[in-house]
């Protein structure tokens, strides 16, 4: 039981992380709360539907194209409302108000192009795979085993790459960084593809994860995602990684018998905040971020 819970964890935490770090390259570099991120990730899903569903193309491929898709929209959004709103030096209020603004004028788009019923992807829904006591559908095998390259792909991207390097300088201290030559437009241009693509991949997973899904669903999973944010870190992506896997583990182990009875599966996220609440109090800049003196 417990183990078949870890397993489903690892699943959950894995898609909230990958799409927390989205999320947080944004913050970081931009300052900006992008509230229209699960709409991107219901889009990435969706449009790799069209082309794995109707179309009939591998879910490999389908998802590749998912994923080129919503970096295009990321980028396009960028250059039509976000870049004008910084060139007016728009407050932290206003950028708030558009981006939600922009989340509810996606998912009714969603709405309108795709309808309200749930879609599901060319996967073997009878397919089991048995590791010792641990039973795995197909679509959680093929979550759990591209998560972990996309996380691991990511950490080595952070680490070792210049310019995987120069987007963690960027946000560390961005007036710093073009002082050393950092072309800032060029990287916040990156960290929207980067973004779009991150929303692209996490919304294909979270679809596999949870068999079906409609335009809808990217809302559902916000509120996890911008937790496993702040629990690592605002702006660290390192603790964005961290954050997600541990909400994950943590939404699915509460409902072990073992622990206390077990939780209801209803109230997973509650669980997810309590955490998030307990980690905070003890250290209140977030798991990998840096205390800050007012």
Same mark, same amino acid.
């Given at each position: @039981?417990?183990?078949?819970?870890?397993?489903?964890?690892?699943?959950?935490?894995?898609?909230?992380?990958?799409?927390? !770090?989205?999320?947080?390259? !944004?913050?970081?570099?931009?300052?900006?709360?992008?509230?229209?991120?699960?709409?991107?990730?219901?889009?990435?899903?969706?449009?790799?539907?069209?082309?794995?569903?109707?179309?009939?193309?591998?879910?490999?491929?389908?998802?590749?194209?998912?994923? #080129?898709?919503?970096?295009?929209?990321?980028?396009?959004?960028?250059?039509?409302?976000?870049? *004008?709103?910084?060139?007016?030096?728009?407050?932290?209020?206003?950028?708030?108000?558009?981006?939600?603004?922009? #989340?509810?004028?996606?998912?009714?788009?969603?709405?309108?192009?795709?309808?309200?019923?749930?879609?599901?992807?060319?996967?073997? /829904?009878?397919?089991?795979?048995?590791?010792?006591?641990?039973?795995?559908?197909? #679509?959680?095998?093929?979550?759990?085993?591209?998560?972990?390259?996309?996380?691991?792909?990511?950490?080595?991207?952070?680490?070792?790459?210049? !310019?995987?390097?120069?987007?963690?300088?960027?946000?560390?201290?961005?007036?710093?960084? #073009?002082?050393?030559?950092?072309?800032?437009?060029?990287?916040?241009?990156?960290?929207?593809?980067?973004?779009?693509?991150?929303?692209?991949?996490?919304? +294909?997973?979270?679809?596999?994860?949870?068999?079906?899904?409609? *335009?809808?669903?990217?809302?559902?999973?916000?509120? /996890?995602?911008?937790?496993?944010?702040?629990?690592?870190?605002?702006?660290?992506?390192?603790?964005?990684?961290?954050?997600?896997?541990?909400?994950?583990?943590?939404?699915?182990?509460?409902?072990? *018998?073992?622990?206390?009875?077990?939780?209801?599966? !209803?109230?997973?996220?509650?669980?997810?905040?309590?955490?998030?609440?307990?980690?905070? @109090?003890?250290? *209140?800049?977030?798991?990998?971020?840096?205390?800050? +003196?007012?």
């Amino acid at each position: @039981m417990f183990a078949q819970l870890f397993a489903n964890g690892l699943v959950t935490g894995s898609v909230i992380a990958i799409a927390a !770090v989205g999320v947080s390259l !944004v913050y970081g570099i931009l300052r900006l709360v992008n509230f229209a991120y699960g709409d991107f990730m219901a889009f990435g899903a969706l449009v790799t539907y069209s082309f794995n569903g109707p179309l009939g193309l591998s879910l490999v491929t389908a998802t590749l194209l998912g994923m #080129a898709a919503t970096a295009v929209l990321s980028v396009a959004l960028d250059a039509i409302l976000w870049r *004008p709103l910084r060139a007016r030096r728009a407050g932290f209020m206003s950028l708030f108000l558009a981006s939600i603004g922009l #989340a509810l004028v996606l998912r009714q788009s969603l709405l309108l192009g795709y309808g309200p019923q749930p879609q599901t992807y060319r996967v073997d /829904p009878y397919k089991v795979h048995v590791l010792g006591s641990v039973r795995l559908s197909q #679509a959680q095998f093929i979550t759990i085993l591209v998560a972990a390259g996309v996380i691991v792909a990511l950490g080595l991207f952070l680490a070792r790459t210049p !310019v995987g390097r120069t987007l963690r300088a960027l946000a560390d201290d961005r007036a710093l960084a #073009a002082i050393a030559g950092v072309n800032g437009r060029r990287m916040i241009a990156l960290t929207w593809v980067l973004s779009g693509a991150l929303a692209g991949i996490a919304g +294909v997973l979270a679809g596999l994860a949870q068999t079906t899904f409609d *335009p809808n669903f990217g809302f559902t999973l916000l509120l /996890p995602i911008f937790a496993a944010v702040v629990l690592g870190g605002i702006g660290s992506a390192y603790g964005s990684l961290a954050g997600g896997l541990t909400l994950g583990l943590a939404m699915e182990l509460s409902t072990w *018998p073992s622990f206390f009875g077990g939780v209801d599966p !209803v109230y997973k996220p509650v669980v997810a905040f309590v955490v998030l609440a307990a980690a905070l @109090m003890v250290r *209140p800049q977030g798991l990998f971020g840096k205390a800050r +003196v007012v």
